[in-house]
């Protein structure tokens, strides 16, 4: 019986973490827009709203609106971003806007997910009541399955691993040390990568992953391990390996993996912006006026000429 629920509880982690055994383990790291900028090649618009548009509140206010209502809205967004109030917005301002909203997506998805969590609904989540909900066993059954750990089987093992880093990243993030998470701490908790007091133990649990030998290095062989991955992200792969390696010792230290175990929202804002400036700046000054962003509307919220939804939110 219980063989039977690891088994579903595992399956559950592989369905809820979007895992694709073809995918690199790069790609499975946080990234702060559940769409992809390009699919098959093919440019992704809505990648470009969500980043634009951020919250559900948000997009709820597009739905309904005429083309004018919509156009309107665009440009109370644009007065927001023009923070030195020049009527420019310029790569600095626009990437800070986008910053700010992947801030509010991610806080938006944990606080839902905290919501679900919090079955007594005192704004307080004990790391009895996570588990409970989260695994489904009891103190009594984790404890039978500790015992004699070198003789579980492999499925057991995982689990285990997974329930010690959880309540690892729990302990971490419970700043005031009730042992409870509000919803601020809870937050730290969903998204690691987006507090640094969380960084240090999300670098350890990839090294863990990834350091096999334990010899406090990834090697090639290491990094390339973690999936079995078709040719084109080998090459991919191998690439991303060689730009890590900074100082091309064919390994890849602590520090060395830090921007692929944690990677930088603010530059991710920023190549965004910038290629939000290229599409939209017709008179290539490279800045965006309220009329640029305006007339091109179906990139940032979604609306064609004739007011029609370009593609949906």
């Known amino acids: 019986m219980i063989l039977l629920r690891i088994n ?74 023009d923070t030195n109030n020049d009527r420019e917005i310029d790569e600095e301002e626009l990437a800070n806007w986008i910053l700010t909203n992947y801030k509010q997506m991610d806080d938006e998805e944990a606080l839902n997910h905290f919501s679900g969590q919090d079955e007594n609904k005192d704004g307080k989540l004990t790391w009895q009541e996570y588990f409970n909900k989260q695994y489904g066993y009891t103190s009594a059954e984790l404890q039978s399955m500790k015992e004699n750990l070198n003789l579980q089987s492999p499925d057991i093992q995982q689990l285990l691993r997974i329930i010690n880093d959880d309540e690892q990243r729990f302990n971490m993030a419970d700043e005031n040390n009730d042992h409870k998470l509000d919803a601020v701490e809870y937050r730290a908790f969903y998204y690691p990568s987006d507090y640094g007091h969380m960084h240090e133990l999300e670098i350890n649990r990839s090294l863990i992953d990834l350091d096999t030998n334990q010899d406090g290095n990834v090697s090639l ?27 091309k010792d064919a390994m890849l230290d602590r520090e060395e993996l830090r921007p692929w175990i944690l990677p930088d929202h603010l530059v991710i804002a920023r190549e965004e912006a910038i290629h939000l400036i290229l599409s939209a700046d017709d008179d290539k000054d490279m800045v965006l006026s309220e009329k640029e962003i305006v007339n091109h509307i179906g990139l940032f919220i979604g609306r064609d000429s004739d007011g029609n939804v370009k593609e949906e939110l």
């Not at 990648?47 to 109370?76: F, N, T, V």
């Not at 290491?222 to 999936?227: A, D, I, N, Q, S």
């Open 8 to 81: 579903q509880v595992l399956a559950v982690f592989v369905l809820v973490a979007g895992v694709d055994e073809e995918m690199p383990f790069s790609q499975e790291k946080h990234q702060p827009v559940q769409e992809e900028h390009y699919i098959d090649g093919k440019h992704n618009v809505k990648y470009d709203q969500e980043s634009i548009m951020g919250s559900e509140e948000a997009k709820r206010k597009l739905e309904g609106l005429s083309l004018e209502q919509a156009k309107q809205e665009l440009s109370s967004i644009v007065h927001r971003m």
């Open 221 to 247: 062989d290491e990094f390339m391990g973690v999936h079995n991955m078709e040719d084109e992200w080998e090459d991919v792969e191998k690439e991303r390996f060689g730009e890590l390696d900074k100082n």
